[in-house]
């Protein structure tokens, strides 16, 4: 990586790709030149654009970057991220270290090896509905829509102990939420509506799901304040 040298600038990002499922052909190119190219964002600026394994690595391993929107110099990509700099919740993706690791410390215990084995069967079980439900449908198939996005959804309800009846509820608020295609306030609508029902949680779930929920959110603030995790 020589972020040093001048490279080549992209005058469109995101890039546009020719195939859904590959990264866009630009991409091969660049990787084969020594110097970064820069792209062009929202906001001015010319940021590095990062397209080699190694590249990649060493930036998330360096204490010189930073994932927080709202640093000068954040390189916003698209209108939506414009408009979610005003109401950006302090996620566990958008901290740096220490703040960072505090949290993720806090999820540790809940996705052990042990905690994970342990939810296997129940985890297969979804995977197997959503499979039968594509094979029952018939062609075409949506696999977002009916297989990556339910998925790990319904896994989320198993770890939060949502009951069975409102898991359409939260797949369906996770999906707008999750949207690129979302405009902001619907985004802004579904999370807020995902912190309202999870913030009730503690007063009507177990302990250990009530221990597993406030850790989980607790990366997260609701408009009555954020989650602390319980010792």
């Known amino acids: 990586m020589t972020p040093s040298q001048p490279g080549p600038t992209l005058d469109s990002y995101p890039t546009q790709r020719s195939c859904p499922f590959s990264p866009p052909d630009v991409f091969d190119r660049l990787r084969g030149?020594?110097?970064?190219?820069?792209?062009?964002?929202?906001?001015?600026?010319?940021?590095?654009?990062?397209?080699?394994?190694?590249?990649?690595?060493?930036v998330l391993a360096s204490g010189n970057f930073s994932a927080?929107?709202?640093?000068?110099?954040?390189?916003?990509v698209t209108p939506t991220d414009?408009?979610?700099?005003?109401?950006?919740?302090?996620?566990?993706?958008?901290?740096?270290?220490?703040?960072?690791l505090q949290k993720r410390r806090r999820l540790t215990r809940d996705f052990t090896v042990k905690r994970i084995n342990a939810l296997e069967p129940e985890i297969q079980h979804v995977i197997d509905?959503?499979?039968?439900?594509?094979?029952?449908?018939?062609?075409?198939?949506?696999?977002?829509?009916?297989?990556a996005l339910p998925v790990p959804s319904r896994v989320i309800c198993l770890l939060l102990g949502v009951p069975y009846d409102q898991h359409?509820?939260?797949?369906?608020?996770?999906?707008?939420?999750?949207?690129?295609?979302?405009?902001?306030?619907?985004?802004?609508?579904?999370?807020?509506?995902?912190?309202?029902?999870?913030?009730?949680?503690?007063?009507?779930s177990g302990a250990l799901r009530r221990k597993t929920c406030s850790r989980a959110w607790c990366t997260?603030?609701?408009?009555?304040?954020?989650w602390i995790a319980p010792n």
């Open 82 to 100: 414009l408009q979610q700099l005003d109401s950006e919740r302090p996620s566990l993706v958008r901290t740096d270290d220490p703040e960072h």
């Open 68 to 76: 927080r929107m709202d640093r000068s110099g954040f390189p916003l």
């Open 33 to 58: 030149q020594a110097e970064l190219p820069t792209v062009e964002v929202l906001r001015g600026g010319r940021p590095w654009l990062i397209t080699r394994y190694d590249d990649a690595r060493a």
């Open 129 to 147: 509905e959503c499979v039968d439900g594509l094979l029952h449908a018939g062609r075409p198939a949506d696999l977002v829509a009916e297989l």
């Open 220 to 226: 997260s603030s609701t408009s009555r304040g954020s």
């Open 168 to 204: 359409e509820f939260f797949q369906r608020k996770s999906a707008e939420a999750l949207s690129g295609q979302a405009d902001v306030d619907t985004v802004r609508t579904a999370l807020d509506e995902l912190a309202e029902y999870l913030a009730s949680w503690p007063s009507r």
